[in-house]
Nanobody, 119 residues
Framework: QVQLVESGGGLVEAGGSLRLSCAASGITFSIESMGWYRQAPGEQRALVAYISSGGNTNYALSVKGRFIISRDNAKNAVYLQMNSLKPEDTAVYYC?????????????WGQGTQVTVSS
């Protein structure tokens, strides 16, 4: 059974930094990508950043230049370094692991970790 455990969320002042971590266990397949999504109250869950098995990264425009995603393939872990945080970054952040089987993609999610940025 795949389990994703996030850590590192919390309360920070605007301009500050946080580092999120996600450790995946129960992985018995080849991971297509690992990433982070976030969901603010009243909004849909949205992509923050992802990193492919080959190390290619993609960021939401709102975080580009401020956030850095990285992964440790040996540990099946993914990290998100968040710098220059803004109040609009406040959300629950979810770790994501994506598996591909042919043309079908399967997504696995963590339980989420709250990030609150005060102004």
């Amino acid at each position: 059974q795949v389990q994703l455990v996030e850590s590192g969320g919390g309360l920070v002042e605007a301009g500050g930094s946080l580092r999120l971590s996600c450790a995946a266990s129960g992985i018995t397949f080849s991971i297509e990508s690992m990433g982070w999504y976030r969901q603010a109250p009243g909004e849909q869950r949205a992509l923050v950043a992802y990193i492919s098995s080959g190390g290619n990264t993609n960021y939401a425009l709102s975080v580009k230049g401020r956030f850095i995603i990285s992964r440790d393939n040996a540990k099946n872990a993914v990290y998100l370094q968040m710098n220059s945080l803004k109040p609009e970054d406040t959300a629950v952040y979810y770790c994501n692991v994506r598996r591909r089987s042919g043309a079908i993609f399967y997504n696995y999610w963590g339980q989420g970790t709250q990030v609150t940025v005060s102004s």
